[in-house]
């Protein structure tokens, strides 16, 4: 009565064609057209291996950060020989350059050498300039400057029609 015990499942076909001839990681790192290898790449692949080992804060010894902060003094003192470097070609090229560059090494001398209650006044103020007396009572007489004349604001009326969506 039992008829479960005289039942045999089908054997097992296999589904897997295999293809001798293709290579493996051919078959398996198929990927778009349009995306870059940049993409596909790992970060270390990417990116130089850093010379040291990477340490966290609470790591680093006290001749850890001596070195790192010589070597960071050392790319600092390079950056800033090649960028005179550079000005100083400039200048050679340009003498407007030139000027500009001598006037400002001039300024910085003199902020670094005066006295601390003395106030250089290296920038113009901002405004109207006048080169004659005259012109400067013209337009005091007209109403004064257009900074100091005030632009009447229009107010705007609020009403319900204006909320409305």
């Known amino acids: 009565a039992l008829s479960n015990f005289h039942y045999k ?3 097992v076909a296999a589904d897997v064609t295999v293809r001798p001839n293709v ?8 990927i778009p057209i349009n995306m870059s290898e940049a993409a596909v790449l790992a970060p270390e ?11 966290g ?10 070195r ?17 470097e550079a000005l100083k070609t400039k200048a050679r090229l ?12 001039a ?4 902020k670094r050498k005066a006295p601390k209650n003395v106030t250089i006044a290296t920038e113009t103020p901002s405004g109207p300039k006048f080169s004659k007396s ?7 007489q007209e109403g004064g400057t257009r900074s100091a004349r005030r632009t009447p604001t229009r107010k705007i009326e609020a009403t319900a029609s204006h909320f409305k969506l």
């Open 107 to 110: 300024v910085t001398e003199m």
């Open 45 to 55: 692949e990417i990116y130089a291996k850093p010379r040291e080992e990477v340490k």
């Open 23 to 30: 290579p493996a990681i051919a078959m398996e790192e198929v």
């Open 134 to 140: 005259a012109s400067f009572f013209a337009t005091l």
């Open 68 to 84: 790192r902060r010589r070597s960071k003094k050392r790319r600092w003192a390079t950056n800033k020989k090649r960028r005179d």
């Open 9 to 11: 499942p089908k054997p």
């Open 57 to 66: 804060d609470l790591e680093i010894s006290q001749n850890d950060r001596k």
């Open 94 to 105: 340009d003498p407007t350059f030139a000027k500009k560059l001598e006037t400002e090494r």
